[in-house]
């Protein structure tokens, strides 16, 4: 089993289109699973959740 597929599969936050910290988030989150940093990219999910949470998400995302 490819651990890449593996870990793309389950449980991670999906980047809303049009948002500048998902896409930031997202792009440190390939640039880790590149490096297959996994540590790194289970961080940078915790991280978009926390941020899909948060009101700097929610303010770009209720305009589209
Ligand atoms: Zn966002």
Redesign the pocket.
């Known amino acids: 089993m490819n651990p890449d597929l593996a870990q793309r599969s389950h449980l991670e936050p999906t980047?809303?289109e049009g948002?500048d910290?998902?896409a930031r988030l997202a792009w440190k989150r390939e640039e880790a699973r590149a490096d297959r940093d996994w540590g790194r990219v289970a961080a940078l999910n915790q991280a978009m959740e926390n941020?899909?949470a948060g009101p700097?998400?929610s303010k770009?995302?209720m305009g589209l």
């Open positions: 980047p809303v948002c910290g998902c941020h899909k700097s998400h770009l995302s």
